[in-house]
T-cell receptor, first 107, second 116 residues
Framework: KNEVEQSPQNLTAQEGEFITINCSYSVGISALHWLQQHPGGGIVSLFMLSSGKKKHGRLIATINIQEKHSSLHITASHPRDSAVYICAVTIGNQFYFGTGTSLTVIP | NAGVTQTPKFRILKIGQSMTLQCTQDMNHNYMYWYRQDPGMGLKLIYYSVGAGITDKGEVPNGYNVSRSTTEDFPLRLELAAPSQTSVYFC?????WGGGASYEQYFGPGTRLTVT
């Protein structure tokens, strides 16, 4: 059983569209992370959340602790946003990862 | 800072061979992790360390060993390589000031390993 579920698995959008990726988890967590993995394979951390909402440029991440749910939003999407977006949670000393959402933004 | 570095970037092993994947971080992070990533699957934890001299198993430790003699280095040893160990391996680190690993994780560039 995976502690972290993401949806959708794949997403194709036109440039400029508003995008939402969802993440649900099943147990109590210390924090939730959104990561980005580019086609070259490198993984970078976008956000770490334990409550509320964070914004960085065109990216917004929210978390609802009671509902055990988080969303990653991308406003005014651009082809350079094409990547795999991964949700992860920390439970104790360990990280648990979703399988990722593959996003393709078409010009 | 170089961040988290991994060597090698690519490696092909024959069944039964052994090798060590190197991981070094220069951020003075106390927590370090080894993951494997298989196609269509999330990252799976192999081993982790909360400080020099301390290691612990993750979800998929069989066939691997680790050591942590310094804060900076966390090598992963594969003994008797098997085709099931074909994967991309990522090393990561984070800092912990108490309350579990709740801080941003920094990843190395990955090692693509093929066992044939």
């Amino acid at each position: 059983k995976n502690e972290v579920e993401q949806s959708p698995q794949n997403l194709t959008a036109q440039e400029g569209e508003f995008i939402t990726i969802n993440c649900s988890y099943s147990v109590g967590i210390s924090a939730l992370h959104w990561l980005q993995q580019h086609p070259g394979g490198g993984i970078v951390s976008l956000f770490m959340l334990s409550s509320g909402k964070k914004k960085h440029g065109r990216l917004i991440a929210t978390i609802n602790i009671q509902e055990k749910h988080s969303s990653l939003h991308i406003t005014a999407s651009h082809p350079r946003d094409s990547a795999v977006y991964i949700c992860a949670v920390t439970i104790g000393n360990q990280f648990y990862f979703g399988t990722g959402t593959s996003l393709t933004v078409i010009p | 800072n170089a961040g988290v570095t991994q060597t090698p970037k690519f490696r092909i092993l024959k069944i039964g061979q052994s090798m060590t994947l190197q991981c070094t971080q220069d951020m003075n992070h106390n927590y370090m992790y080894w993951y494997r990533q298989d196609p269509g699957m999330g990252l799976k934890l192999i081993y982790y360390s909360v400080g020099a001299g301390i290691t612990d198993k993750g979800e998929v430790p069989n066939g691997y060993n680790v050591s942590r003699s310094t804060t900076e280095d966390f090598p992963l040893r594969l003994e008797l390589a098997a085709p099931s160990q074909t994967s991309v391996y990522f090393c990561a680190s984070t800092v912990n000031w108490g309350g579990g690993a709740s801080y941003e994780q920094y990843f190395g560039p990955g090692t693509r390993l093929t066992v044939t």
